[in-house]
């Protein structure tokens, strides 16, 4: 009998925020601090844009209004790293980077990439309107494929089902109230789903690095606890 072994995975883990509804009045209150403008006009271009980061605004996870927010981010996190991924509990979870990621028309995508700082990333989607876009993961090399770039169209590469060995893509339609965690190495993007889309997607994104509690200076691999970093400004 033949035996079957999928031994690259990528664990995407969605769960839900708790306190949701609290954290939609609280962050109301701080909206107008990281509101920015849809356009950045550079050179005689305009560019696009729908995340804060590229206005300088990479930092809420220090505001105080949003501290219990961010705590049920880190909660969840640690469930990722310690139930889903099975590693043990010597790490600290550290938020390195946090912004808005926005959008308010179908054309608003954000392209495909990878956040190279850190090692786990999330998405907790504060709103999601009908018909907003979509969260998609591309598989980096699909060696599966029959056909070179077989991941377009069941029908023009005769795939019967996608699925864990033959698709190179996945995607999540997220529901308000919850939180998407992830490889930080993944690549990743939003994708329009429909012409009709009104509202306003709205997201707090983020980066978490993974360190060793204090005291812990004994594993050759990863980062030792901030509190032993020495900065050369």
Not at 110 to 124: A, L, N
Not at 139 to 147: C, H, L, M
Request: proline content about 5%.
């Amino acid at each position: 009998m033949a035996q079957v072994f999928n031994v690259f995975p990528t664990t995407i883990v969605v769960d839900v925020m708790q306190g949701h509804n609290k954290y939609i009045e609280d962050f109301e209150k701080v909206y107008p601090k990281y509101d920015y403008e849809p356009q950045i006009h550079k050179n005689g271009y305009v560019y696009n844009t729908t995340t804060s980061e590229n206005f300088g605004n990479p930092l809420l996870h220090l505001d105080e209004e949003l501290e219990d927010c961010f705590g049920e981010i880190a909660l969840n996190v640690k469930k990722y790293i310690y139930e889903v991924l099975d590693y043990k509990r010597i790490f600290d979870v550290i938020i390195t980077k946090s912004w808005l990621s926005r959008s308010r028309h179908s054309e608003d995508e954000i392209v495909w990439h990878s956040h190279s700082t850190s090692q786990i990333s999330f998405v907790y989607y504060l709103k999601t309107p009908p018909n907003s876009h979509v969260l998609k993961f591309l598989t980096p090399d699909n060696t599966n494929s029959v056909f070179k770039g077989n991941n377009t169209s069941e029908f023009k590469h005769g795939i019967e089902n996608f699925n864990l060995v033959n698709a190179s893509t996945f995607f999540i339609e997220p529901v308000a109230g919850s939180i998407v965690m992830f490889p930080s190495s993944v690549r990743h993007c939003t994708h329009s789903i429909d012409d009709n889309f009104e509202g306003e997607r709205l997201a707090i994104a983020g980066d978490v690095t993974l360190a060793y509690k204090e005291g812990i200076l004994d594993y050759s691999q990863g980062y030792i606890h901030p509190q032993y970093w020495k900065v050369y400004p």
